[in-house]
């Protein structure tokens, strides 16, 4: 069973933990990553979900997500979800989230990676993922329109797609 370090509002740690599955104490929070990997063309990795998977049975996802577990930090969660989804090595020990969406129990980190993964050196299937494709930013939002898709709000996945080659919330470009 996966345990979790608690978070306050704030971000800082609490010194308390708890179980995933276990319901939030009033003010407690926790740690998602994402990670999106994004080629050349523009498109993104997507995931297809086990069908034996808790939640979003066998639907498509983006590229990497999961929880932080107790004594990991963000960086460390990213780099271990994506060795154990794609069985792929990731080093984010320099880098930070390009994006933190928060939600009701919890801090959501979005890493937005440009690398041209070869599918066909990533030993899939693996225990939590059925298969991997590329996939551009319209057929990502019509798939979740489709209902094969986790429905994350089809501007967040835009967001995503606009942010990949830059930080902040405004482009590069200074006028």
């Known amino acids: 069973m996966e345990k979790w370090d608690i978070y306050d509002k704030d971000r800082n740690l609490t010194g308390k933990q708890m179980y ?7 003010g407690a929070y926790h740690v998602v990553i ?12 997507i995931q297809q979900r086990q069908p034996d998977k808790e939640d979003w049975k066998n639907m498509w996802d983006i590229t990497v997500g999961g929880s932080a577990i107790a004594g990991e930090t963000s ?12 069985g792929y090595t990731l080093n984010l020990r320099n880098c930070r989230p390009s994006l933190t969406a928060n939600f009701e129990n919890g801090f959501d980190d979005y890493y937005l990676m440009e690398s041209d993964v070869k599918i066909s050196n990533l030993p ?6 059925k298969q991997v494709r590329w996939s551009s930013k319209d057929d990502i939002v019509q798939m979740i329109s489709e209902g094969i898709f986790i429905p994350y709000h089809a501007s967040l996945i835009e967001l995503l797609f606009d942010m990949r080659k830059n930080m902040g919330a405004h482009n590069e470009r200074k006028e």
């Open 20 to 26: 995933r599955g276990d319901p939030f104490e009033q």
């Open 34 to 45: 994402h990670v999106c990997f994004f080629n050349q063309k523009g498109e993104m990795l």
């Open 75 to 86: 960086q460390q969660a990213a780099e271990r979800e994506v060795k154990e989804e794609l």
């Open 124 to 129: 899939l299937p693996t225990e939590e993922v």
